[in-house]
């Protein structure tokens, strides 16, 4: 009939040819374990696995970058630059983490990455520094996401999601830190020394001396560690309780706006490691807005963005202004940082320092 017909038509509607497009599959387990080949599968198993795939692509770009890549600019030329600084000139790659991060154990991992030199600069939060700093004093533990907060503040333990740590940890972090204070306001007074955040942080990752933390390795390393926030945390409790001990230290958070900036605006190629969002998230793009963009950026949060935050905002939402340039591949991984970043390091930043 006729109206078995229109339904046939509605249901059956003509495929047009596809464009070339990979198909869709995942990893055969009969073919034995093997991590290398079940990971090369991601970008086609679909969803936020292919993001993750994808993410991978893009931090190998950032690292395998060199100016040698490019041709000779005319200034190039003329100048005679040397081939051997292009060969060895590479993408400067800004990581940027939450706090929660350092909290949990992917604290190691953002610390074998600075150890080895495999970023260049780094920007978080308040917490994102005193965590490290703690942990070098004191340990944080598994925990449970259903304990109750009262029980838990009646027996001096603060939760952190599933993770747990005592109110004696900050003790200890008070009695390390008030000395350096003292210290750091007497050689602002008798040697005019101005303090910035980021020279705040690799002075205390001088002082703590110890292999475990992040920040010692930023301080040993050089790399800059930014936080435009630095007063949203423990750190801030104690810098507060410092001006009524022995008040009058300063920090200029100033001559850091220029610092990362120009680090932006100086690189030859610019990539961006995000994990989270908020603060952390937009500082970096903003920095990369003063060179009209990162050429490589990699999101991995859990925000959306129906609500207009910056920290759901996806890369292309960054490309309308200027923060992410309109010729990459850059990506969002939907996902906790927790999940994925262990993979993402594996497959990327891992393989690339071993095979040096």
């Not at 600019?73 to 081939?83: A, K, L, N, S």
């Not at 790659?93 to 949990?104: A, H």
């Not at 972090?173 to 942080?201: A, G, R, Y």
């Not at 935050?309 to 991984?333: L, M, Q």
């Amino acid at each position: 009939s006729q109206q078995v017909q229109a339904s046939k038509e509605a249901v059956l509607v003509p495929t047009e040819r596809l464009p070339s497009t990979p198909t869709v599959s995942g990893y055969d387990f009969n073919n034995g374990l093997n991590f290398d080949a079940l990971m090369a599968t991601y970008k086609t198993i679909g969803f936020q696995a292919t993001n993750l795939g994808l993410a991978i692509d893009e931090i190998n770009k950032m690292l395998s970058w060199r100016l040698s890549d490019e041709p000779l600019t005319q200034e190039e030329i003329d100048e005679g630059v040397d081939p051997e600084i292009r060969k060895n000139t590479k993408c400067r790659i800004f990581l940027g983490y939450t706090s929660n991060l350092v909290s949990s154990g992917i604290r190691d991992i953002i610390r074998f990455l600075v150890e080895k030199k495999l970023v260049d600069a780094i920007v978080t939060t308040a917490g994102g520094i005193e965590e490290d700093f703690i942990k070098c004093m004191a340990p944080t533990y598994m925990g449970d996401f259903e304990l109750r907060g009262a029980d838990l503040r009646s027996k001096g333990l603060n939760r952190i999601g599933n993770l747990l740590v005592p109110n004696s940890n900050y003790c200890k972090f008070e009695d390390w830190l008030m000395p350096i204070l003292d210290q750091m306001l007497k050689e602002q007074q008798t040697e005019n020394v101005i303090w910035t955040p980021s020279t705040f942080i690799a002075r205390l990752g001088k002082e703590i001396n110890h292999p475990e933390s992040i920040y010692y390795w930023a301080y040993k390393n050089n790399i800059p560690v930014f936080c435009p926030a630095l007063t949203d945390g423990s750190l801030g409790d104690m810098i507060y309780f410092h001006t009524y001990s022995n008040p009058g230290l300063i920090i200029d958070i100033v001559q850091d706006i220029r610092n990362v900036n120009r680090m932006a605006a100086s690189a030859p190629k610019s990539g961006m490691v995000i994990l989270g969002g908020g603060i952390v998230k937009h500082h970096i793009c903003n920095a990369n807005l003063m060179r009209n963009g990162a050429n490589y950026a990699v999101y991995v949060n859990t925000g959306q963005e129906f609500d207009g935050s910056d920290s759901g905002a996806r890369p292309d939402e960054a490309v309308s202004w200027g923060k992410i340039r309109a010729n990459t591949s850059a990506v969002k991984v939907y996902a906790d940082a927790s999940l994925v970043f262990p993979i993402l390091v594996a497959q990327s930043f891992a393989k690339y320092y071993y095979a040096q």
